[in-house]
């Protein structure tokens, strides 16, 4: 008789999350083994049994992202006709967050597109970190658990930030500022505000901060850092205006391009990412990288999932 036990599978994506993910919760990853044939295409063995179980499958929206999200929804189908009893598709990162709605004529809403892939290829839940749009739940037709980044956020800057208290919460555009007012309001910190005019997508041309950094340690926080343009600009605004020192946190660190370079070369005092994505290799070339493990929080939220407890415990409480 099936125990109905948690069964993790990882994808070749974030291993390193998955592992510390089957750690907390004292289990090891299920045998899988993800690879690609001469032309390309991916195959996917799962080695043992997941009749009746509750899968779990862990993979971020990084990297080739293209292959890994293939790869999930490869997994995901190759379980539903394994007889797996529940399968859930765990996005620490949601890949083609960005992409969320039609900003110009004749785009595509590519997140809705991933949304129904998921939806299509098996999977009966789906649990993510931090959307760059929450409105992408309402993409899904299963239940989506779109947990949240900002109690590990308040609890890194209590513990790691030098003169918290001293501190001031900025937004580095309009589009951050809820996130950035919650952590201001837990924290009983100012707020203040950076306004960004983009020529074109990826490229700042302009700042103006709105509100009093002069002699505070200003704290911008984001949701996604991706070619960390923002973030230097930001920090040069933030130091023009007085700052005393500025320290970046962000949930999803995604840092492609130049962005290493744009961080090291910034007035930055240090970038804290979560580890949504993997990053150890970009630490080694990056030293005012700093890490906020999420693994708990993701575990923690599949246990109570298994368990069939309440998950809304997680969106105000830092799992240790």
Not at 85 to 99: D, K, M, S
Not at 190 to 202: M, Q, V
Not at 237 to 242: H, K
Not at 300 to 306: G, L, M, V, W
Request: aromatic share 4%; proline share 3%; glycine share 6%.
């Amino acid at each position: 008789m099936s125990s109905n036990s948690i069964r993790i599978l990882a994808g070749n994506s974030h291993p390193a999350l998955a592992r510390l993910i089957a750690k907390r919760l004292g289990t090891d990853l299920a045998n899988v083994t993800v690879t690609k044939y001469s032309n390309q295409e991916t195959a996917v063995t799962i080695g043992e049994s997941v009749r009746d179980e509750d899968v779990y499958i862990v993979q971020s929206g990084c990297g080739e992202i293209n292959d890994h999200l293939m790869e999930l929804l490869i997994m995901i189908n190759a379980c539903k006709t394994a007889s797996a009893r529940r399968i859930t598709a765990v996005l620490p990162c949601f890949p083609y967050a960005r992409q969320d709605k039609k900003d110009k004529s004749r785009a595509p809403i590519s997140a809705k597109l991933v949304a129904n892939m998921l939806s299509v290829a098996g999977a009966d839940h789906v649990i993510t970190m931090d959307l760059h749009a929450s409105q992408i739940q309402g993409f899904f037709d299963c239940p989506v658990d779109n947990l949240y980044g900002e109690p590990s956020v308040l609890r890194y800057i209590r513990e790691n930030v030098p003169d918290w208290k001293n501190a001031i919460i900025v937004s580095p555009d309009a589009g951050g500022a809820k996130r950035a007012t919650s952590i201001a309001d837990h924290l009983d910190l100012d707020f203040a505000l950076i306004h960004k005019e983009r020529k074109k997508a990826n490229e700042v041309s302009r700042m103006v901060l709105v509100g009093d950094v002069k002699d505070k340690v200003a704290i911008l926080v984001d949701d996604m850092a991706d070619t960390c343009g923002t973030l230097g600009l930001a920090a040069k605004t933030l130091m023009d205006n007085g700052a005393s020192a500025v320290y970046a946190i962000v949930i999803h660190g995604v840092l492609s391009g130049k962005a290493l370079d744009v961080i090291n070369n910034s007035m930055l005092t240090r970038v804290v990412v979560t580890n949504t994505i993997p990053h150890a290799e970009k630490k080694k070339k990056c030293l005012k990288l700093d890490t906020i493990d999420v693994s708990a929080v993701l575990a923690e939220a599949i246990r109570r999932t298994h368990n069939g407890e309440s998950v809304s415990y997680l969106f105000g409480h830092a799992t240790i």
